[in-house]
T-cell receptor, first 113, second 115 residues
Framework: AQSVTQLDSQVPVFEEAPVELRCNYS??????LFWYVQYPNQGLQLLLK??????LVKGINGFEAEFNKSQTSFHLRKPSVHISDTAEYFC???????????FGAGTRLFVKA | DAGVIQSPRHEVTEMGQEVTLRCKPI?????LFWYRQTMMRGLELLIY????????DSGMPEDRFSAKMPNASFSTLKIQPSEPRDSAVYFC?????????????FGPGTRLTVL
């Protein structure tokens, strides 16, 4: 079975500062890894995904994540955040091609002016 | 293209009443998922379907909850009778096996309040 742990429940950061949201996973088989974003009163939408190949994955809105197999991590980063990035971010894992996806508890990113 | 459509967006009901939530997945998608989101428990998978057939309902909390998918373009989640602890946001999501990515597309959710 797969599991995912988001290490921070809330991350406050000033506008234009860099941010990293941390995610660790566990699995005994090959996995797909995802980051989803949820803006207030909306559903989740895909930010980026890792399926295979290059360990650095670029997503929408300037976000990127790096897959680290040895550390079983998939941390999300952005070099300079905007007020509009304020949202909840979910790390997720699925058994490759298995379709059932396990979501982390979420990290609330709060960008301050 | 239209995304996943859920109705109603908000539902307020009284304890003991029947509640039916509706979902229309993206056309062509063959997987459909129902989730529940609360502050205390986060995002929980309730049940998912493949080609209209329920595959895993282990997340359904109890017999008061039931879900159906009579055809590829419609699914319902029913709670009967409803209880205050069922208050949550319920999301429907769909996915397409043919893109081999497991990406899920979420609807806007239904916010359920049981008084």
């Amino acid at each position: 079975a797969q599991s995912v742990t988001q290490l921070d429940s809330q991350v406050p950061v000033f506008e234009e500062a860099p941010v990293e949201l941390r995610c660790n996973y566990s699995s005994s088989v090959s996995v797909y890894l995802f980051w989803y974003v949820q803006y207030p009163n909306q559903g989740l939408q895909l930010l980026l995904k890792y399926l295979s190949g290059s360990t650095l994955v670029k997503g929408i809105n300037g976000f990127e994540a790096e897959f680290n197999k040895s550390q079983t991590s998939f941390h999300l980063r952005k070099p300079s955040v905007h007020i509009s990035d304020t949202a909840e971010y979910f790390c997720a894992v699925s058994r490759a091609g298995g379709f059932k996806t396990i979501f982390g508890a979420g990290t609330r990113l709060f960008v301050k002016a | 293209d239209a995304g996943v459509i859920q109705s109603p967006r908000h539902e307020v009901t009284e304890m003991g009443q029947e509640v039916t939530l509706r979902c229309k997945p993206i056309s062509g998608h063959d997987y459909l998922f129902w989730y529940r989101q609360t502050m205390m428990r986060g995002l929980e998978l309730l049940i998912y379907f493949n080609n209209n057939v329920p595959i895993d309902d282990s997340g359904m909390p109890e017999d008061r909850f039931s879900a159906k998918m009579p055809n590829a373009s419609f699914s319902t989640l029913k709670i009967q009778p409803s209880e205050p602890r069922d208050s949550a946001v319920y999301f429907c999501a769909s996915s397409y096996r043919g893109d081999y990515t497991d990406t899920q597309y979420f609807g806007p959710g239904t916010r359920l309040t049981v008084l």
